[in-house]
T-cell receptor, first 111, second 118 residues
Framework: DTAVSQTPKYLVTQMGNDKSIKCEQN?????MYWYKQDSKKFLKIMFSYNNKELIINETVPNRFSPKSPDKAHLNLHINSLELGDSAVYFC??????????FGPGTRLTVL | AQTVTQSQPEMSVQEAETVTLSCTYD???????LFWYKQPPSRQMILVIR??????QNATENRFSVNFQKAAKSFSLKISDSQLGDTAMYFC???????????????FGQGTILTVHP
């Protein structure tokens, strides 16, 4: 059984488009995260939700909007995609802060 | 703000030998966690080992062990009896420990690519 799943795994789109990445966890965790891994493999946190409440919001362009319809789901919507948004986006979840379980990642390519 | 530095962009080792990956960090916090994550070519992020800063004993997980030097703010990973499946990118990460919360922000280093040769 997949613990943290993301859809899609790959996403190729044109500049200026709007796209969403979905994340679901079946671990019963209260907290979910979005991390971005750029082309140099550097990983950085973007957002975190705890029980559907936004608790971590790093310096991210406001074209990025997370939404948590329930505590098992955390989606990432990106408006007006730019070339620099090309990256791998990882979702993660945790019940204990120090045990974060990562999803398989979504590779976003903006052309 | 915390920073994590991995000064070795790439390392290589022969199968069955031992390799040590370096990590230093900077923080004014006294309670925190340190982690090593592995990212193989499949790109899945896998937790290798975790160290709690208040514990003096170095963490070990089978062939993986750490050398945690709190005063020096150093946290190296030793892989013994290296296997081909250890080939991956390894990330050192820091998390401030906040009591009573179930969430925490991981701050990652730049990563070290480890190649295990047969």
């Amino acid at each position: 059984d997949t613990a943290v799943s993301q859809t899609p795994k790959y996403l190729v789109t044109q500049m200026g488009n709007d796209k969403s990445i979905k994340c679901e966890q079946n671990l019963g965790h209260d907290t979910m995260y979005w991390y971005k891994q750029d082309s140099k493999k550097f990983l950085k946190i973007m957002f975190s939700y705890n029980n559907k409440e936004l608790i971590i919001n790093e310096t991210v362009p406001n074209r990025f909007s997370p939404k948590s319809p329930d505590k098992a789901h955390l989606n990432l919507h990106i408006n007006s995609l730019e070339l620099g948004d090309s990256a791998v986006y990882f979702c993660a979840s945790s019940q204990l802060a120090y045990e974060q379980f990562f999803g398989p990642g979504t590779r976003l390519t903006v052309l | 703000a915390q920073t994590v530095t991995q000064s070795q962009p790439e390392m290589s080792v022969q199968e069955a030998e031992t390799v040590t990956l370096s990590c230093t960090y900077d923080t004014s916090e006294s309670n925190y966690y340190l982690f090593w994550y592995k990212q193989p070519p499949s790109r899945q992020m896998i937790l290798v080992i975790r160290q709690e800063a208040y514990k003096q004993q170095n963490a070990t997980e089978n062939r993986f062990s750490v050398n945690f030097q709190k005063a020096a703010k150093s946290f190296s990973l030793k892989i013994s009896d290296s296997q081909l499946g250890d080939t991956a990118m390894y990330f050192c990460a820091f998390m401030k420990r906040v009591g009573g919360t179930s969430y925490g922000k991981l701050t990652f280093g730049q990563g070290t690519i480890l190649t295990v040769h047969p």
